[in-house]
């Protein structure tokens, strides 16, 4: 489904990230993972062509990704864009007007899961709140294509799980679901596909299991092994 081939991006003299190539394929759930400036977001503006590479290219279906293909992309942002003066009604309406894959049913049933109130202003709301009606929206829309830039953030330990479970639920059949976080241990049971990210550059990309299989040790515990700071500099 959808294939970078050596993507980098720089800033001035400053390299965000370095010639990073994967795959992903149709029907799974993959965790791009890495601590903060890593380039987990980078490669996720990429994706969503809010930021052109310096070099390499994106394909999407095998076709060089295009403008027309955002429409086919669901993006959960990290930070809201959503007018905080706004109901959640109001929220709702808007994703309905604007996307013509959106299911209003399906958003706010989610919500009624999550328990939030439909008539309360955004800005009434709390923060983990508010991440659960943009993780509403999105879900609400029916793509190919669902990109989560840290979902989790802000989120009790109760709604983490739950959070993984609707994704999985409500996604539209055979789409694919990638993950950005740095919290693995809440999704690694639920990841198919993992990229490693550390100061712009994959340092793996595999099969879940086949990275369990090879390191002898589960997700989490690799992930801590692989971004552990050195303690003799503590």
Known sequence: MLEAINLTKAYDNLLVLDGASFKIDKNQICGLLGPNGSGKTTIIKLINDLIQPTSGHILFFDQKLSLKDKSNIAYLPEKSALNMGQSVLGAIKMYQDFFIDFNPEHAKHILNLFEVPLTKRLAQLSKGQRGKVQLALTLGRKVDLYILDEPLDGM???SRDLIMKIVIKYKKLDSTVIVSTHQITDIESYLDYVILLKKGQILESSTAKALEKAHSMSL???????????????
């Open 156 to 158: 009790d330990p109760a």
């Open 220 to 234: 989490s515990a690799y992930f801590k092994e692989v971004y552990k700071y050195d303690e003799e500099i503590i």
